[in-house]
């Protein structure tokens, strides 16, 4: 197909089903995420070769940068390190981590709370569709365990190279460094918060923490050598260390880059919407590379910028959530598919093809299955 060979890789011939954007209520009242809670977290540790996290890790940290010329970002960068990692099971950091952490801090986490298990990503995917922007192209992989559903990232390749002008990664090196010589890898933030009828368990990579609004001082638990490493016994392909400290009162921050005159990027707002983080750090690039001194921005300040706010975005994105639970629960247990949006008024629907990868490896499905319970048949009408 001439699409992309990526978007189709894995699934059925034909698809099965259409969602189309005109069957999405613009009226459900799910304009905010409420109970907010920050779960856990982990960082990947890059100079092992076999996949390593640091539990819980900790967001390299930000300083104070006046602007000044900085070189443009080129090269290959990793696009998803989860999937580039753990190609077989891209979701299991996620329930390894916060079971990890909920253990140690005796109070176990119970993953049937949760309605969906996704990546930011998948949500502002959801809401591009929503907003009809323009020419896109996603796919994002779904299935469930028990009630529980799965959302998988599903990327045109996990390294991408640098294909348009940006200076986001040579902002991060400029104005951010790691709190320890063993945590420079990338972060991921683990939160919990409800939308609308939905409990939702979200990863989303963190570009840096600002510890001095937390006034957190030095790290003072530097180690010259890891501790050792621990293999899972649901997963043993993943290692992971004890290692890292990261306060809830340490504001998380995106870091971007856009072009001074260019407006104001709206995208960051259903970025902020959707991961929770506390801050949005724009730095506003002239074409010689000349990059102001960076704005720092809340999600009710770039809400003012936007106007009116999306709220029939959001509503939109809720019942789309709401008709991919539905379909996967009311199908077989082991039906798993494949949303492909190509830019159209609406979403197809593939089969996912038995030996295709999933969300989770063999030893997280069978864990998973043995706290999230099926769902509850409808009663019959009196």
């Not at 009162?249 to 960051?268: D, E, M, N, R, S």
């Not at 247990?333 to 830019?343: A, D, H, S, T, Y």
Request: charged content about 25%; overall charge negative.
């Amino acid at each position: 197909m001439s699409d992309g060979f990526w978007l189709f890789d894995g699934l059925e011939d034909d698809p099965y089903g259409l969602l189309p954007l005109n069957n999405l209520s613009g009226k459900v009242s799910a304009t905010a995420t409420k109970y907010v809670d920050r779960i856990g977290s982990y960082q990947w540790y890059l100079q092992d070769d076999e996949p390593t996290i640091l539990i819980p890790g900790m967001p390299k940290e930000s300083f104070f940068f006046p602007g000044g010329r900085l070189p443009q970002d080129r090269g290959v960068v990793v696009y998803d390190v989860n999937h580039f990692k753990v190609p077989q099971g891209p979701l299991d950091p996620i329930i390894l981590a916060a079971r990890h952490l909920s253990q140690k801090r005796k109070k176990p986490i119970n993953f049937d709370e949760f309605d969906f298990i996704t990546d930011s990503i998948n949500l502002q995917k959801l809401f591009a569709f929503a907003q009809e922007a323009g020419d896109g192209l996603f796919r994002i992989d779904c299935e469930r365990v028990g009630k529980t559903v799965l959302l998988t990232r599903v990327e045109a390749s996990d390294l991408m190279e640098v294909g348009h002008l940006t200076y986001d990664q040579a902002l991060k090196h400029k104005m951010t460094k790691p709190r320890s010589k063993h945590a420079g890898g990338p972060f991921f933030q683990l939160v919990a918060y409800q939308f609308g009828q939905f409990r939702i368990l979200v990863r989303y990579e963190v570009d840096a923490g600002d510890y001095a609004a937390a006034k957190v001082g030095e790290f003072d638990k530097e180690v010259e050598q890891l501790p050792e490493r621990k293999k899972f016994a649901e997963n043993q392909g993943i290692n992971f260390v004890d290692f890292g400290d990261i306060s809830k009162a340490v504001p998380l921050q995106q870091i971007t880059t856009y072009p001074a005159g260019g407006g104001f990027p709206f995208f960051t707002w259903a970025q902020m919407f959707f991961t929770a983080a506390e801050q949005e750090v724009v730095g506003f690039f002239k074409d010689n590379g000349d990059v102001g001194k960076p704005s720092f921005y809340a999600l009710t300040d770039i809400s003012r910028l936007m106007k009116p706010l999306p709220y029939a975005v959001l509503s939109k994105v809720h019942d789309a959530l709401a008709k991919i639970r539905l379909f996967l629960v009311k199908n077989d247990p082991e039906f798993r598919c494949g949303l492909i949006w190509k830019g159209k008024p609406h979403l197809e629907i593939f089969a996912k093809k038995p030996e295709a990868q999933s969300a989770v490896s063999p030893g997280i499905k069978e864990y998973l299955a043995t706290v999230c319970k099926d769902p509850v048949p409808d009663e019959p009408a009196a």
